[in-house]
């Protein structure tokens, strides 16, 4: 079991606000649309995009009807590599159509070890502490939240006898 830190608790606290905001499934969503090539694989991955769950129903798009049929054969493996990935049963079913299919573009994961370079006072904190923040930064997919979330880190453990104080 790994030691205690300030930031233990933040990834508890993070998990009960979207479970109370409902952002569970949306935040699933998301990991999905930006993991799918290493789920499904890249061949499936260039002609398919996860576009949301509903009632535990993937509702996926594919380029040409030949793929949704491809998909069809496909489903039950699918299912299996989602709720894997996903590390629970959240996907029961896979709704298929045909559509265009947009790929985002990847983020490289060392970001949110550059964001730290750009927020001070990072000289006050020691080669652990940012460590530390990069590692629970890195969790965060999304470039600004993960950006907002390495500042609120940094501020409370650069400051910890004024939480209030603004950022």
């Not at 205690?4 to 508890?12: E, M, N, Q």
């Not at 009632?55 to 069809?72: G, N, P």
């Not at 990072?122 to 590692?135: G, I």
Request: proline fraction near 7%; hydrophobic fraction near 40%; glycine fraction near 4%.
């Amino acid at each position: 079991m790994p030691a205690w830190s300030p930031l233990s608790p933040i990834a508890s606290a993070l998990d009960d606000l979207a479970q109370r905001f409902g952002l569970s499934v949306k935040l699933l969503e998301h990991r999905l649309q930006r993991q799918w090539p290493a789920i499904v694989g890249e061949h499936v991955a260039a002609h398919t995009r996860p576009e949301s769950i509903r009632f535990k129903k993937l509702h996926v798009i594919a380029d040409s009807s030949v793929w949704v049929q491809q998909l069809a054969f496909l489903k039950p493996s699918l299912i299996e590599s989602i709720n894997t990935a996903a590390g629970s049963p959240i996907v029961a079913d896979i709704v298929l159509r045909v559509g265009e299919v947009k790929h985002q573009g990847q983020v490289d994961g060392s970001e949110s070890t550059n964001n730290l370079t750009k927020i001070q006072p990072v000289h006050s904190l020691s080669p652990e502490s940012l460590a530390e923040v990069s590692r629970h930064a890195e969790a965060v997919e999304d470039p600004d939240i993960r950006a907002h979330l390495t500042k609120v880190m940094v501020h409370a453990l650069a400051n910890p006898s004024d939480p209030k104080k603004s950022l």
